[in-house]
């Protein structure tokens, strides 16, 4: 979070802290993953996450319920794709952050 001089209300920190676990799911990460390059079928999407059917429409429910994902019916087929592509921004920061502090360890253990 940058510095701000505009106060966070409680109520928009409960909103904050309501996003970051949402995407504290490693499934939901990796459907979000999946969904980075297009849409995809919850078929494509269980074949790709090795998760159940029942599991992945779950999360789907979730990050659908939350604006995160986006749903379109075709025939009795159901896809879906991102509707929130700050996701990703979100998620840059993280592994950027990641991949320098474990290279940071490595060189530090003489790696």
């Known amino acids: 979070m940058q510095p701000t001089d505009i ?7 409960d909103l904050i802290a309501q996003r970051f676990r949402l995407l504290a799911d490693p499934m939901r990460l990796k459907i979000l993953h999946q ?21 992945v429409s779950k ?10 994902v986006k749903r379109r019916q075709e025939g009795n087929m159901a896809f879906f794709s991102i509707a929130a592509p700050f996701v990703f921004d979100v998620c840059n920061t993280v592994c950027d952050s990641m991949r320098s502090e474990l290279e940071q360890r490595s060189n530090l253990l003489g790696g």
Request: hydrophobic share 30%.
């Open 35 to 55: 969904l980075q390059s297009g849409e995809k079928s919850v078929t494509e999407l269980v074949e790709r996450t090795g998760a159940s059917q029942p599991n």
């Open 59 to 68: 999360h789907l429910s979730t990050l659908k319920t939350h604006n995160l």
């Open 7 to 13: 106060p966070m209300s409680d109520e928009m920190l």
